[in-house]
């Protein structure tokens, strides 16, 4: 039998509220349990509800939460703070990665539509008149590019028929 897809909202229900936070807060120990056993590292969880009477769960225990989190002080400002990021700069980090993107998309597309505009014009479809000055310079520099890479791949074929 599968499960539904949940839909992540509010739960008003109290008793079912309280009954998934109970099964979730189970099931995200055991993830950090298995993350330490599979990887071999350390962690620490500590899940705090002032919706709940429970008092907060902290995972392996109190003191093991406590002796991590002291470890992790002790360590230099630069290796606490190091690929640790805020909700900005997690945000510029990601507006910089999909517009690295979409430059990289918006040139191959360019590419594209040089390619086509090279192969109708072979094809005899005079497009040359709606384009551009600078469009018509990278076409030509396309068929010039492609130009050479045809000669030299018939230079390697007949120096290979010869050997």
């Given at each position: 039998m599968?499960?539904?897809?949940?839909?992540?909202?509010?739960?008003t229900?109290?008793?079912?509220?309280?009954?998934?936070?109970?099964?979730?807060?189970?099931?995200?120990?055991?993830?950090?349990?298995?993350?330490?056993?599979?990887?071999?590292?350390?962690?620490?969880?500590?899940?705090?509800?002032?919706?709940?009477?429970?008092?907060?769960?902290?995972?392996?225990?109190?003191?093991?939460?406590?002796?991590?989190?002291?470890?992790?002080?002790?360590?230099?400002?630069?290796?606490?703070?190091?690929?640790?990021?805020?909700?900005?700069?997690?945000?510029?980090?990601?507006?910089?990665?999909?517009?690295?993107?979409?430059?990289?998309?918006?040139?191959?597309?360019?590419?594209?539509?040089?390619?086509?505009?090279?192969?109708?014009s072979?094809?005899?479809?005079?497009?040359?008149?709606?384009?551009?000055?600078?469009?018509l310079?990278?076409?030509?520099?396309?068929?010039?590019?492609?130009?050479?890479?045809?000669?030299?791949?018939?230079?390697?074929?007949?120096?290979?028929?010869?050997?």
């Amino acid at each position: 039998m599968s499960r539904k897809k949940m839909k992540l909202a509010y739960i008003t229900n109290d008793s079912k509220r309280k009954t998934t936070y109970k099964k979730r807060t189970k099931g995200l120990v055991k993830k950090v349990h298995e993350l330490t056993t599979l990887c071999g590292i350390e962690a620490c969880a500590i899940i705090h509800s002032p919706d709940f009477d429970s008092q907060q769960e902290e995972w392996p225990s109190h003191a093991g939460v406590r002796r991590l989190l002291s470890e992790f002080k002790k360590l230099p400002q630069s290796k606490q703070n190091n690929k640790m990021v805020n909700q900005e700069s997690f945000l510029e980090q990601s507006i910089a990665k999909a517009t690295q993107q979409l430059r990289k998309l918006r040139k191959e597309n360019r590419q594209k539509e040089l390619k086509k505009v090279m192969f109708q014009s072979l094809s005899g479809k005079g497009i040359f008149q709606s384009l551009n000055a600078m469009d018509l310079n990278e076409v030509g520099l396309l068929i010039k590019q492609n130009l050479k890479d045809i000669d030299d791949g018939v230079h390697v074929l007949t120096k290979a028929s010869y050997s």
